[in-house]
């Protein structure tokens, strides 16, 4: 072997090893803009645990808006005063990683930020998949000049099925009742249920949902409820769960609300997993361009939750929350 070559080589690879180790620490130095519309808990929760989790070198701001989508306040951290002279924007900005970084929690700042100026990165977070739905007609979101990013607060629908099909290895008739609104979650569902007897009744309104569930019922083995209107719907959701309780199915869900009103189970992820996602997400939109313009991730990793009461009521022996959540993950 040449020695040249083998020593160039090696300068090479201590050089990639110096350029990842200043990488990681661009991500970690880089500023952090969060926007926030509204007073969600589960949002504010969010939000708490991002600013528990920023590096205490690097600037951290949260941004209140209005209904007009205008800046109300500003609420800066003890981290972000003391830094307050460090001016990320004016960072070289031939290192992508330092570029700082927008982040918008829930639908009303999301809709706000894809409306504001600025080149910023920007992650969307805390979004539902209707949410994004509904965003996706905006000729604003797809800007040439700034890298999107929407992470979605539920679990793909993969997930969901890879959990039924570990409490109910032997059933294979999955019912569920849908409206317009929610054929995306549909067309998603139904692609990753390959394999699987899948009944989907659509319920034009409220109304109908009783006459609905009479037909779909005695063709399932168990229930599903989606994150669409009628999974956002306490009394819709409710019916859905006294139908199944009377007919001895298992209701299947994507909240961990609709576990304790009475579902057997659902694959959630939790307000921490979500904001440990969203800041790399939003670190993979600064290291460069995305194909499509924008980057959509499902909710990952998930947490399972299990209503053991339930489980026992159905005369179901179900398996500990941790081992459902390593299948569920292993899966994918």
């Not at 539902?128 to 979101?141: F, Q, T, W």
């Not at 037909?215 to 083995?221: A, C, E, F, Q, W």
Request: one cysteine or more; a neutral charge; glycine letters at 8%.
């Amino acid at each position: 072997m040449n020695p040249s070559s083998a020593l160039l080589r090696g300068l090479r690879t201590i050089a990639g090893v110096l350029c990842a180790a200043a990488f990681a620490a661009g991500a970690q130095a880089a500023g952090l803009t969060v926007l926030l519309a509204d007073d969600n808990p589960a949002h504010a929760e969010f939000v708490r645990l991002l600013r528990e989790s920023q590096d205490a070198s690097s600037r951290f701001e949260l941004v209140r808006l209005p209904a007009d989508g205008l800046p109300a306040d500003r609420v800066a951290t003890g981290e972000e005063r003391a830094n307050a002279g460090v001016r990320t924007r004016s960072l070289r900005p031939s290192v992508p990683v330092n570029v700082p970084v927008t982040m918008a929690v829930g639908v009303a700042a999301a809709r706000s930020a894809i409306e504001r100026p600025g080149q910023d990165p920007l992650v969307l977070a805390m979004l539902s998949r209707l949410d994004y739905e509904s965003l996706k007609a905006s000729p604003a979101l797809k800007r040439g000049d700034r890298q999107v990013g929407v992470l979605l607060r539920e679990p793909a629908m993969a997930d969901q099925l890879v959990l039924i099909d570990a409490l109910l290895p032997q059933k294979r008739r999955l019912g569920v009742v849908a409206t317009a609104e929610s054929e995306p979650i549909v067309r998603e569902l139904q692609r990753a249920a390959q394999g699987w007897d899948l009944q989907v009744e659509y319920a034009p309104d409220a109304t109908s949902l009783a006459s609905v569930l009479r037909v779909l019922v005695p063709r399932s083995d168990a229930l599903m409820v989606l994150p669409d209107l009628i999974g956002d719907s306490q009394a819709a959701t409710l019916s859905v769960l006294r139908a199944g309780a009377t007919a001895g199915l298992p209701v299947f869900g994507t909240s961990d609300g609709l576990v304790r009103s009475g579902g057997l189970a659902a694959a959630v992820s939790t307000p921490g997993q979500l904001a440990q996602q969203a800041r790399a997400l939003g670190q993979k939109l600064a290291m460069g361009p995305v194909a499509g313009g924008v980057l959509v991730e499902a909710a990952t990793p998930s947490t399972v939750r299990v209503n053991a009461t339930v489980a026992r009521g159905l005369g179901l022996r179900v398996p500990e929350e941790r081992e459902l959540t390593e299948r569920v993950t292993a899966a994918r």
